[in-house]
T-cell receptor
Framework: GAGVSQTPSNKVTEKGKYVELRCDPISGHTALYWYRQSLGQGPEFLIYFQGTGAADDSGLPNDRFFAVRPEGSVSTLKIQRTERGDSAVYLC????????????FGQGTRLTVV | QKEVEQNSGPLSVPEGAIASLNCTYSDRVSQSFFWYRQYSGKSPELIMSIYSNGDKEDGRFTAQLNKASQYVSLLIRDSQPSDSATYLCAWEPARQLTFGSGTQLTVLP
């Protein structure tokens, strides 16, 4: 596609529910990143994929968060038993290679846990 | 922990002035540095990348990198009200992009 696409753009869910956030990267980009951004803060790293594998998942805050990229393209971020503190904008970015290449962001998914 | 620190904001400059934004980072290994611009309610947009010591110019923007001092900056010449946004510096200490907290810039007409 022409750019990184994230769906949904907005998601409101009740505390304790399960949510999935989807990211469709730029065609041909092997690297995919997930970030979380709270108001007034810079993006906080969650996980980085190179191809199908998670090259670095050190940013995932706890075991309620999980992400997959089964075919090396689309990725899904999954959050179980959502908490109000999970409310944030979740950003996805992709780049063409391993490190040192420019990353481009999608428009983000605003998650609100009520 | 490998971190990047941005100069505290917010920063206000008059239209036509030079805006100077700065970041320091915590180790000397990283080779790649980036500046992103983020308008309110929007996602970050890449505006500059720099990989070598020295200056890199692109239109009204100049990125400056000093690896010995672990310092990267962004200069915006002839600032315009449309430049008002949050500017994020980013680097890659371990192949994943790490961001500073951002500096909010306001260009006053």
């Amino acid at each position: 596609g022409a750019g990184v696409s994230q769906t949904p753009s907005n998601k409101v869910t009740e505390k304790g529910k399960y949510v999935e956030l989807r990211c469709d990267p730029i065609s041909g980009h092997t690297a995919l990143y997930w970030y979380r951004q709270s108001l007034g803060q810079g993006p906080e790293f969650l996980i980085y994929f190179q191809g199908t594998g998670a090259a670095d998942d050190s940013g995932l805050p706890n075991d309620r968060f999980f992400a997959v990229r089964p075919e090396g393209s689309v990725s899904t971020l999954k959050i179980q038993r959502t908490e109000r503190g999970d409310s944030a904008v979740y950003l996805c970015a992709s780049s063409a290679g391993q490190g040192g290449t420019e990353a481009f962001f999608g428009q983000g998914t605003r998650l609100t846990v009520v | 922990q490998k971190e990047v620190e941005q100069n505290s904001g917010p920063l206000s400059v008059p239209e036509g002035a030079i805006a100077s934004l700065n970041c320091t980072y915590s180790d000397r290994v990283s080779q790649s540095f980036f500046w992103y611009r983020q308008y309110s309610g929007k996602s970050p947009e890449l505006i500059m990348s720099i990989y070598s010591n020295g200056d890199k110019e692109d239109g009204r923007f100049t990125a400056q990198l000093n690896k010995a001092s672990q310092y990267v900056s962004l200069l915006i010449r002839d600032s315009q009200p449309s430049d008002s946004a949050t500017y994020l510096c980013a680097w890659e200490p371990a192949r994943q992009l790490t961001f500073g907290s951002g500096t909010q810039l306001t260009v006053l007409p």
